[in-house]
């Protein structure tokens, strides 16, 4: 521990708060309440007490009194079901506000929770939103002892959320209008005293107006150090104290600099200082503060309602199914969700075999089978065939933006230039005052005098207030362009990845070729097999075909036709093969020629689609392909800083179509599996090639997710894929 009595002999050594009694004690330690002494305890008790290395009196003293008929309203199910992000009986997940939240020590202390209390799986913690995301164990511990564990530590939750969320937001946007205020009225007015300095008037008053001006403007600066300005040198401290260096030191150097020598001169009686532009830098920089809260806010809602999720989902109505956007389901509505397809919003499963995968959730991939009835949580992806599901909640798609952004399905590979920012925080502290020091050293042969401005000018000039404020606002504006130019990105960090790649690589179908233009042909392997009446055998095909969130298989279940769909039974996708499943209790199969017969060279032949029903081959869908709109152009504008190829696991039949599109013939690569795709990324990037993947995001998750950028393409399906870097807009 690195605290003892005698550093604060009359301090709560948990909190730092003053210590009225001595009931509250330990050994030589000393507590101002018992609820101190008691999350000193627990700490101690589980060998946290690392905790109080991290700052000076990190903790805050829990409430005092009881917490049992606080937090007896979380023995309520329905209570605990409205609060809870996801559940499966196996884990379970809640988000909770905590206002306390103030220091690296919080942060530490909040993430380590599953060593205080068996069943906490792993928590993560929200500094800005202060918030922490805890992940449990139902079977071990319920939801009422992890807030009350939290609350003896002194850190209370907040059940209201969204409450808290926007008091919070709210409260934080007055103290920045008030400081810019009191910096813009301390500004304004030191430029109307100083007057007389910028016409060079000094003549022309008495010493006593000069003395008089200088008080004033002196203590018109007061509140600009000490409450405007304050942010900046307490995030300095902050971040010198944790033996790091960001940005807001040289910004606090420079600031106190100026105003130091300001107040020398004023003292002295050697000049006017610079109170002006002291409190001018200040007031424009919580100007560029205030203008940058308001871009991230505007981006924050192009982020989530036109970003990362901007695909549409299918509602079933008395009108039939129709398609539209995330955004506009509502509580009440009944969806349709296909294979490989993401659960938007909290609903109950309504019909169909539904076996949901978690692991955007909960990190592990298994599924979980639901019976007609169960709840669905959002962030599930079906892995079976087609459901219908009811809506209970409202999609909150800022909720699943945090499921994409998971460290579980973080790439291992970090982009090389999002360094920048942290490289200069760390070195340009030492650059500058190495600079001023030489100047300093050089200047005070000749005057002493001469050497201090020298010094001084240098600290002022280099404070790097532009170069704070242009990363955020440079990435975020392209961010939002992109967006609105239908190319959504995870973060910014995509952009610096964007700028580093030199290769491209592209999938064929559903990529590079429309499946909304294509051509379907479907060729009878022997009539007779179809049987009587045939109108059945092709509502098989369709209810099959219904089932994937494959290009082709949409492609077949739009051929529309008379009859009601059947019911599918076992439904079972194979990556790069094909899809089966029992429908009217015939298997039904469809894909690759050797998926479905046996037969042929064991590669997805995705320009056709053969189909048996009880292993009775009995023809075969054949798709003439159309290339997307402005391919050409969009391939010769890539290909002047790309070396581009393509990836297929279609046949060779529209290669004369690709080689007037790609710069050589061996660039283009047909009969490749899922696993060729990622093999030949791997074999690109041993050569010391940056790749930029395009893809479907189905059978290319793999190859996506290995690439320095992976972009999926996406139709009007709601398909998710946490290898994907961004999703863009097919029409785009």
Request: include cysteine; glycine fraction near 8%; proline fraction near 4%.
């Amino acid at each position: 521990m690195s605290k003892t009595d005698s550093d604060r002999p009359i301090s709560c050594y948990h909190c730092g708060l003053p210590v009225t009694s001595d009931h509250y004690h330990l050994e030589d330690k000393r507590f101002c309440c018992a609820g101190c002494k008691t999350a000193f305890e627990i700490l101690n008790a589980n060998d946290l007490c690392t905790y109080y290395e991290l700052g000076d009196a990190p903790g805050i003293t829990p409430p005092a009194g009881g917490t049992a008929m606080k937090f007896a309203v979380l023995d309520q199910p329905e209570v605990v079901n409205d609060l809870l992000d996801f559940q499966d009986g196996r884990h379970a997940r809640i988000t909770f506000n905590i206002p306390d939240i103030h220091c690296a020590s919080c942060v530490w202390l909040l993430e380590n929770l599953y060593r205080l209390l068996p069943g906490i799986e792993h928590s993560t913690v929200e500094f800005l939103k202060k918030s922490v995301t805890i992940t449990y164990r139902p079977d071990k511990v319920n939801l009422r002892t992890i807030a009350e564990l939290l609350t003896s530590l002194g850190y209370e939750p907040r059940l209201d959320k969204e409450t808290v969320q926007q008091d919070a937001d709210r409260q934080a946007r007055r103290q920045l209008l008030a400081r810019i205020g009191v910096a813009g009225f301390a500004f304004g007015n030191i430029m109307l005293f100083s007057l007389p300095e910028y016409l060079d008037l000094k003549s022309a008053l008495p010493d006593s107006f000069k003395l008089a001006f200088s008080i004033l403007n002196f203590l018109l600066s007061l509140p600009v150090l000490f409450y405007s300005g304050w942010d900046y040198f307490r995030s300095a401290l902050g971040s010198l104290r944790h033996r790091t260096v960001n940005m807001d030191v040289p910004i606090a150097l420079g600031i106190l600099t100026l105003y130091i020598r300001s107040v020398v001169e004023l003292i002295a009686r050697s000049g006017p200082g610079w109170m002006d532009s002291f409190a001018g830098l200040v007031f424009l920089l919580l100007l560029g503060k205030l203008f940058q809260e308001k871009t991230y806010q505007a981006l924050s809602f192009d982020r989530d309602y036109r970003s990362y999720f901007p695909l549409a989902v299918t509602r079933r109505s008395s009108r039939g199914d129709e398609t539209i956007p995330l955004k506009d389901i509502r509580k009440g509505d009944r969806i349709v969700v296909r294979n490989n397809e993401i659960i938007p919003a909290d609903a109950v499963l309504i019909k169909g075999q539904a076996e949901i995968d978690y692991a955007f959730v909960t990190g592990e991939a298994y599924p979980v089978r639901l019976t007609s009835g169960d709840r669905v949580f959002a962030g599930g992806r079906q892995t079976g065939g087609a459901i219908e599901l009811d809506i209970v909640r409202n999609v909150n798609q800022s909720y699943l933006t945090q499921l994409w952004n998971q460290d579980v399905f973080q790439k291992d590979s970090k982009p090389g230039i999002t360094t920048l920012s942290n490289t200069i925080s760390r070195y340009f502290t030492l650059v500058v005052l190495s600079i001023a020091g030489g100047a300093a050293i050089y200047w005070s042969f000749t005057s002493i005098v001469l050497s201090i401005n020298a010094f001084t000018a240098v600290l002022i000039v280099a404070c790097p207030c532009a170069l704070a404020l242009s990363t955020p606002f440079t990435l975020g504006n392209a961010l939002r362009i992109m967006g609105r130019n239908g190319l959504y990105l995870k973060n910014t960090e995509v952009i610096e990845s964007l700028a580093s790649v030199d290769t491209g690589v592209f999938d064929k179908t559903g990529t590079l070729t429309d499946p909304a233009k294509s051509e379907l042909i479907f060729q009878a392997v022997d009539a007779e097999k179809i049987g009587s009446p045939p109108d059945k055998i092709f509502l098989m095909i369709r209810a099959l075909a219904r089932q994937s969130t494959h290009p082709l298989s949409r492609k077949i279940y739009a051929s529309k036709m008379e009859g009601s769909l059947p019911d599918v039974e076992n439904f079972y996708e194979t990556p790069g093969q094909g899809i089966s499943g029992r429908v009217h209790n015939h298997m039904v199969r469809m894909g690759s020629r050797e998926f479905v017969s046996g037969e042929g060279t064991g590669t997805a032949l995705v320009s056709e689609v053969w189909v048996s029903i009880d292993g009775q081959v009995i023809g075969v869908y054949r798709i003439r392909n159309r290339l997307r709109p402005d391919l050409e152009s969009v391939l010769k504008s890539l290909g002047e800083s790309l070396d581009l190829w393509m990836v297929s696991g279609d046949t060779e039949n529209d290669r004369n179509t690709f080689q007037n599109l790609f710069p050589d013939s061996h660039r283009l690569m047909f009969r490749q599996s899922p696993e060729d795709k990622l093999n030949f990324i791997q074999k690109l990037q041993s050569r010391g090639r940056r790749v930029l993947m395009m893809g479907d995001g189905l059978n290319d998750a793999g190859a996506l997710k290995q690439s320095e950028v992976g972009i999926s393409i996406s139709e009007d399906i709601n398909t998710f894929s946490p290898a994907c870097d961004a999703i863009l807009d097919a029409q785009s």
